[in-house]
């Protein structure tokens, strides 16, 4: 069936630690690619995203995520966490060019 | 500019109710989407409008309903409320529609309706 994973509920990691959130999609062709934060009781912030080209895309607040087309993947990753990146991650995708697919979301804590 | 607005905010109704939400895009946005966010169901697309049409619909039963208005503030109603239906709901807004998508998709701070 079509869907995007996230593999990772919950992540911890302790600030200025590295990081990265695993996401799959399981489409056909090449989707567009979507990474968003949802911090305690806010909407969607969309971090970053990938339409085609460059396979690293740099995003907001020190975000970037790599698109790999052979392993369906489009992971997140951090070099250097700080405890204001504590929040849910959603990796979303956009299969057919009508809507939005979210997967479910990975919840990062951060020890200082 | 101001972002997406929604309101209200917080709204607790009983089961067999109507609700109806507003939401109000980003200025110059054409496009709005509605999503339920449960932590069952994760986020689900509702519809989107664009120009006072409805664009494209996910899998909800037709007690969910919405409409725009010229100014493209939009209204999503539910009729006949299920425990359920207990949700965060969220608006999101881009400048064009998403058929042919290629516009960022800007989100409001939701609407925490709550049926007892």
């Known amino acids: 069936a079509q869907s995007v994973t996230q593999p990772d509920i919950h992540i911890t990691v302790s600030e200025g630690a590295s990081l990265e959130l695993r996401c799959n999609y399981s489409y056909g062709a090449t989707p567009y690619l979507f990474w968003y934060v949802q911090s305690p009781g806010q909407g969607l912030q969309l971090l970053l995203k990938?339409?085609?080209?460059?396979?690293l895309v740099q995003g907001i607040k020190g975000f970037e995520a790599e698109f790999k087309r052979s392993q369906s993947s489009f992971n997140l990753r951090k070099p250097s966490v700080h405890w204001s990146d504590a929040a849910e991650y959603f990796c979303a995708v956009v299969p057919n060019t009508d809507k939005l697919i979210f997967g479910t979301g990975t919840r990062l804590q951060v020890f200082p | 500019k101001a972002g997406v607005t929604q309101t209200p905010r917080y709204l607790i109704k009983t089961r067999g109710q109507q609700v109806t939400l507003s939401c109000s895009p980003i200025?110059?946005?054409?496009?709005v989407s509605w999503y339920q966010q449960t932590p069952g169901q994760g986020l689900q697309f509702l519809f989107e409008?664009?120009?006072?049409?409805?664009?494209n619909k996910g899998n909800f039963p037709g007690r969910f309903s919405g409409r725009q208005f010229s100014n493209s503030r939009s209204e999503m109603n539910v009729s006949t409320l299920e425990l359920g239906d207990s949700a965060l709901y969220l608006c999101a807004s881009s400048p064009a529609s998403l058929v042919g998508y290629t516009d960022t998709q800007y989100f409001g701070p939701g609407t925490r309706l709550t049926v007892l």
């Open positions: 990938y339409f085609s080209g460059d396979t």
């Open positions: 409008y664009f120009s006072e049409t409805q664009r």
């Open positions: 200025s110059g946005h054409r496009s």
